[in-house]
């Protein structure tokens, strides 16, 4: 705090000082009040200048762009105001070339377009207001050319909340440092960030990988988030594809953004002039008219919060040109979600784990083949030992009736290349053989009760189940010999199908 005010009384001090040498010198007050402009403006964005010759060649550029700023807005038929903000002090040939790195795409590129064939789209959007949008972030682009980065991050955290629910600010450092097929503070482009973000399997959280706003070294040691399958790119050149893009979730667009308009954007519905030599990469999160009838694209910058409509700009849609405004539908894509293992087979366990919670405790509810793809499903998403039990009990109680085939199924992956889990089948044969037996010595003290007709079908049905699995490689003789001796020996009449399998594991092995 004694910092701050002792730095305000300096700064206040030193523009009286400033008013009064004027005076002294005979200044006139337009000139006077520019000078004060240049502290102030100074002060605000903490220039420091190396000497006087610098000062003095930084203010005649500033005069001369507050100069041009004011006059614009004076003219006031424009649907948008200029600013004076952080670039003020830089001519425009400096702010195009020290800032914006886009890399513009040499030739065209085609992927499908899964927004194609939507026909209806709503009048306006704003993903902030459906919770898909991060703060505005600041690239420093006085330090560092990572719009592409700040660009393809707006994207993928957009996606990822639409998908997952879940806003999480994400790790454009990551991309600089680590994506080799851009270059970092020197530029870059999005498809290639996104291509990257793809095989990376996602990206550090921003707070897990900080931004430092210089290429530094690759951190291979951080856990990733929000992952993608890859990107599409959006067709080129017109505004319409572009809009059922934006409709249904962040885009990723190249723009042209060296113009002095854009430079000291700060309000309303830009209209350009600009040209379309594709140099910066922003996002387009929204779209919708504004009060004096103009459509626009709401999007999100990385210029930090004092440029701009807090970081945003309006910029004119539907203009005559199939390019857009500044080149805005030329070259825009957007990353796609990978509905994967770790998306949608989460949610796919949790509703199976919940409908097997509420069925209804009478066992026999259910026939036997929907156990079986219940539990073949619920070994497949790896779902907790409990849901598992619950299914092997079930079919254990009515396993008389389960066929060779249903027991296959609980033991093959969905392609029925590969064996998976008779750990399942093992103990359903053994639930219900310890059922039989209780029920046996309930009745009579009499193991050999143990072969009723239900337990001659199942040892019947075990051994020729055994038979057909034999013949697999990942198969060892002590599984097959596990599942063969849960079967009491007398309820094998004849032991003609077990050998049998036993034959066709020793022949194939
Ligand atoms: C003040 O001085 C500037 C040049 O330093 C000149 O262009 C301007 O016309 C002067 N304004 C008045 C009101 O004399
Ligand atoms: C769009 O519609 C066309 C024609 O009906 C069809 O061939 C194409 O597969 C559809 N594209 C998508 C992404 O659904
Ligand atoms: C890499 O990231 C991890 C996790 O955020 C961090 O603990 C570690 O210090 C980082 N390593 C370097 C060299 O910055």
Sequence with gaps: MVMTFSFKFIIIAFMLLTILASQATCLNSSEASMTVKHEQWTAKYRRVYK???????????????????????????????????????????????????????????????????????????????????TKVKDQNIEKCGSCWAFSAVAA???????????????????????????????????????????????????????????????????????????????????????????????????????????????????????????????????YGTSKDGIKYWLVKNSYGIKWGENGYIRMQRNIKAKKGLCGIAMDASYPTYLEDDSNLRTRRRELLESIVSLFPSEKSAFPVNFLSCLLRAAIFLGASSSCKNELEKRISAILEHVTVDDLLVLSFTYDGERLFDLESVRKIISGFVDKEKSVAVFNAGDFREVSSTAMLRVAKNVDVYLGEIASFPELGISKINGIAVLVPKEARKIDDDLYRAVDIYLKVQ
């Excluded at 425009?92 to 513009?104: D, G, S, W």
């Design 51 to 133: 000497d006087a010759t610098e000062k003095a060649y930084r203010y005649k550029i500033f005069k001369k762009n507050v100069e041009f700023i004011e006059s614009f807005n004076k003219v006031g038929t424009w649907p948008y105001k200029l600013g004076i903000n952080v670039f003020a002090d830089l001519t425009n040939e400096e702010f195009q070339k020290a800032y914006n790195r886009y890399k513009p795409r040499e030739g065209g590129k085609s992927t499908p377009f899964k927004y194609g064939n939507i026909t209806s789209i709503p009048s306006s959007m704003d993903w902030r207001h459906k919770g898909a949008v």
């Design 156 to 286: 993928v955290e957009g996606i990822h909340q639409i998908k997952t629910g879940e806003l999480i600010p994400l790790a454009e450092q990551e991309l600089v440092d680590c994506d080799r097929r851009n270059i970092g503070c020197d530029g870059g482009r999005m498809d290639y960030a996104f291509e990257f973000i793809g095989k990376n399997k996602g990206l550090a959280t921003e707070s897990n990988y900080p931004y430092k706003a210089i290429t530094g070294t690759c951190n291979k040691s951080v856990t990733h988030d929000a992952k993608i399958s890859g990107y599409e790119v959006v067709p080129a050149n017109t505004e319409s594809a572009l809009l059922k893009a934006v409709a249904h979730q962040p885009i990723s667009v190249a723009i042209d953004g060296s113009s002095l308009g854009f430079q000291f954007y700060k309000s309303g519905v830009f209209t350009g002039h600009c040209n379309t030599f594709l140099d910066h990469g922003v996002a387009v999160v929204g």
